[in-house]
């Protein structure tokens, strides 16, 4: 494992290995307070965050390294210089780059050029910190989690991806609901089919909200994405029967709601849910520190 670009290029061995490392950390943070010494870090985010910014810096700090925040007020990647000259120069003060960024090209670019790890923390494509966050999260939860039956329900997106190639190669049952339209990129599905099929998972899609069956756990996520410009009112009207109430909850037996964040209440789920019993909304959110530490403590750390 060079980089962390998607959850997919991780074998079920690599990814079992890294939640269980995650719980580990999480357990006994003081034995890997220095599993970063001396090393530094550059996180770049061409787009806002709240979660993916402060668990990097705080959990980098924890692990005993240096994080260096880049925003794009000082020269945006691409447009000040290239970002193969990002990669390159930044390769040769830093250990490890974490981006965020709009194309999932330009993370890719940052790993062919640079010569130090690259960890993905959110592209239009793929979300696999949040994933495997997720994943820790429903482990936490359930012994077995290729036992557990997740359902995503809204706009098939880049954290839509990462779930998938999280169950596939966990060998979990995946429902995937979305209004005609907003499946799920084609390719990301087939290769999710295909890594379910080998793992004894199994990967559902469908439009048809009634059929969706009994569930452990319900995620969803904000109906826009950053850098989406769809118009919102043509949104909440095709999106509206598939907002998260508790109807939907009790109908599918669900226990648990989850949401990677930030929630738009009353929108994609109703307030209720979101901040109801079940909802480990803010589990997931410090699990995105304990899942990330053990990706850089596995890529890094000495
Ligand atoms: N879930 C998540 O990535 O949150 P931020 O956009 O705040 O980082
Ligand atoms: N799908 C969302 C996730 C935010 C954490 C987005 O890309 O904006």
């Given at each position: 494992m060079n980089h962390l670009l998607s959850i997919k290029d991780l074998s079920q061995k690599q990814l079992q290995e890294l939640l269980t490392l995650a719980k580990q950390i999480k357990a006994n943070p003081a034995e890997y307070s220095n599993a970063l010494a001396g090393k530094s870090?550059?996180?770049?985010?061409?787009?806002?965050?709240?979660?993916?910014?402060?668990?990097?810096?705080?959990?980098i700090n924890k692990l005993g390294g240096h994080a260096i925040y880049l925003d794009q007020?000082?020269?945006?990647?691409?447009?000040?210089?290239?970002?193969?000259d990002f990669a390159t120069n930044l390769s040769c003060w830093v250990d490890g780059i974490v981006a965020r960024t709009f194309a999932h090209s330009?993370?890719?670019?940052?790993?062919?050029?640079?010569?130090?790890?690259?960890?993905?923390?959110?592209?239009?494509?793929?979300?696999?910190c949040q994933g495997l966050a997720d994943f820790l999260t429903?482990?936490?939860?359930?012994?077995d989690v290729s036992k557990v039956k997740l359902a995503y329900i809204g706009?098939?997106?880049?954290?839509?991806?990462?779930?998938?190639?999280?169950?596939?190669?966990?060998?979990?049952?995946?429902?995937?609901?979305?209004?005609?339209?907003?499946?799920?990129?084609?390719?990301?599905?087939?290769?999710?089919?295909?890594?379910?099929?080998?793992h004894g998972g199994e990967?559902?899609?469908?439009?048809?909200?009634?059929?969706?069956?009994?569930?452990?756990?319900?995620?969803?996520?904000t109906w826009i994405s950053m850098g989406d410009n769809a118009d919102m009112a043509?949104?909440?009207?095709?999106?509206?029967?598939?907002?998260?109430?508790?109807?939907?909850?009790?109908?599918?037996?669900?226990?648990?709601?989850?949401?990677c964040l930030p929630a738009y209440r009353e929108v994609e789920a109703t307030a209720e849910v979101v901040d109801g019993e079940g909802s480990l909304i803010l589990q997931q959110?410090?699990?995105?520190?304990?899942?990330?530490?053990?990706v850089l403590v596995t890529l890094l750390g000495q």
């Amino acid at each position: 494992m060079n980089h962390l670009l998607s959850i997919k290029d991780l074998s079920q061995k690599q990814l079992q290995e890294l939640l269980t490392l995650a719980k580990q950390i999480k357990a006994n943070p003081a034995e890997y307070s220095n599993a970063l010494a001396g090393k530094s870090i550059a996180t770049i985010f061409e787009k806002p965050s709240l979660r993916t910014r402060v668990s990097f810096d705080v959990g980098i700090n924890k692990l005993g390294g240096h994080a260096i925040y880049l925003d794009q007020q000082n020269g945006a990647m691409g447009k000040r210089e290239p970002v193969k000259d990002f990669a390159t120069n930044l390769s040769c003060w830093v250990d490890g780059i974490v981006a965020r960024t709009f194309a999932h090209s330009t993370i890719e670019e940052l790993a062919e050029h640079g010569s130090v790890p690259v960890i993905n923390a959110l592209s239009d494509m793929y979300h696999p910190c949040q994933g495997l966050a997720d994943f820790l999260t429903l482990s936490e939860q359930f012994d077995d989690v290729s036992k557990v039956k997740l359902a995503y329900i809204g706009d098939g997106n880049n954290v839509t991806h990462s779930l998938m190639y999280g169950a596939a190669l966990l060998g979990a049952k995946m429902t995937v609901v979305c209004p005609q339209g907003h499946f799920p990129d084609g390719q990301v599905v087939v290769e999710a089919q295909e890594i379910a099929a080998k793992h004894g998972g199994e990967l559902v899609l469908t439009s048809d909200i009634s059929a969706l069956g009994e569930q452990d756990a319900i995620y969803t996520d904000t109906w826009i994405s950053m850098g989406d410009n769809a118009d919102m009112a043509e949104i909440e009207a095709k999106f509206k029967p598939y907002q998260i109430n508790a109807e939907l909850m009790s109908k599918a037996g669900a226990s648990y709601f989850m949401h990677c964040l930030p929630a738009y209440r009353e929108v994609e789920a109703t307030a209720e849910v979101v901040d109801g019993e079940g909802s480990l909304i803010l589990q997931q959110a410090e699990n995105r520190m304990h899942a990330q530490n053990a990706v850089l403590v596995t890529l890094l750390g000495q």
